[in-house]
């Protein structure tokens, strides 16, 4: 047999597919390995070139082959698809991924580690647990509202409503009613507190983490956002420019060009939705409430031109370009002189 040197693996929950070929390209195995046989049959082998879908437990089983000595690659399963002959299926997908990790073009997703990944959960945590708390507050609220209270909007008005749930002796609502908004209102504390205590964890991550806390010192982003980038992005010299990371979150108008016409429309949302949306959210706070709003040149002219929207996406882009010069140059934000 001859040896293996660049070896596909097609991730599943308990049967993977292992597709390896020598230095000419010739398949020398295609097969298929239960999730316990996974450790070990790598283990047998020489070290070679191992080629993933950055898919679930992609990052798990790139770090368990690494430690076996083998070079893993993670690759976005969209540049992946391309490269997938004739019918789906497992045998193919692993062929596929197997020719796409040699390709000298292709793009690679550098693995996390277990601390970063740790990180990011608890970032996708307090995301799921905010999703349901605005799900019960706008519950509590239209309940509320059949009953003719209303309140003004905002996170920090619905204890107004909450207290009115909580008084017993309030005749406005029913009792059946209250019996039942009791219960709402009860997760939606519950979740203000377990929210609160994920808030606590990040805080603590970015207080340890030198990345984190050199992001947080541009304007626009606060712990939240810059722990989410340090986890999210552990080696930025996979991105050749600033222009290129905010490419890879989406920021960028999409192209539809032919004939030598350019035409772009609207950003292209492509990457990491959760990065995207925290980085406008944050671009809309600088312009609401910074005072860079009201000294920086190009913001000023940028509102006065564009719709608040429109300026906080063209925001977000610039502050995207300007976490990645942070991060690559390890370095914390300077004003410009202008700004300032």
């Not at 000294?295 to 502050?319: E, H, I, M, Q």
């Amino acid at each position: 047999m001859n040896e293996i040197t660049t070896i596909g693996l097609d991730l599943a929950k308990n049967i993977f597919q292992v597709h390896g070929v020598d230095e000419t390209g010739t398949a020398v195995i295609v097969k298929r390995l239960r999730r316990s046989q996974v450790i070990a049959f790598f283990a047998g082998l020489p070290p070679c070139l191992v080629g993933m879908e950055a898919c679930a437990t992609a990052h798990h089983w790139a770090r368990e082959l690494s430690e076996l000595g083998h070079e893993v690659r993670l690759m976005p399963p969209q540049y992946v698809k391309a490269y997938v002959k004739r019918n789906k299926n497992d045998a193919a997908d692993a062929a596929a991924i197997c020719e796409a990790v040699k390709r000298p073009s292709m793009r690679f997703v550098p693995a996390k580690t277990i601390e970063q990944q740790s990180a990011l959960l608890t970032h996708r945590a307090r995301d799921l647990l905010v999703r349901q708390r605005t799900m019960l507050v706008n519950a509590l609220r239209g309940h509320m509202a059949e009953f003719g209270l209303i309140e003004a909007q905002g996170l920090h008005k619905v204890a107004g409503l909450i207290a009115i749930v909580m008084d017993d002796m309030d005749e406005r609502i029913p009792e059946m009613a209250r019996q039942a908004l009791k219960v709402i209102a009860g997760q939606i504390n519950e979740l203000q507190t377990r929210i609160a205590a994920l808030e606590t964890q990040v805080l603590a991550w970015h207080k340890n983490n030198p990345v984190s806390q050199r992001l947080a010192t541009i304007p626009g982003i606060g712990p939240i956002i810059a722990t989410a980038i340090a986890a999210t992005v552990p080696d930025p010299s996979v991105f050749r420019s600033g222009r290129e990371f905010a490419a890879w979150l989406g920021l960028v108008p999409r192209q539809n060009c032919t004939g030598g016409k350019v035409r772009l429309g609207g950003i292209s949302k492509r990457g990491d939705s959760y990065l995207r949306r925290l980085l406008v959210n944050g671009a809309i706070s600088v312009l609401l409430w910074s005072k860079m709003a009201k000294t920086d040149p190009w913001l000023v002219s940028l509102r006065g031109r564009k719709p608040l929207l429109v300026a906080a996406v063209a925001l977000a882009n610039k502050t995207a370009r300007i976490a990645w010069a942070v991060m690559s140059r390890q370095t914390t934000y300077r004003h410009a002189a202008g700004a300032a």
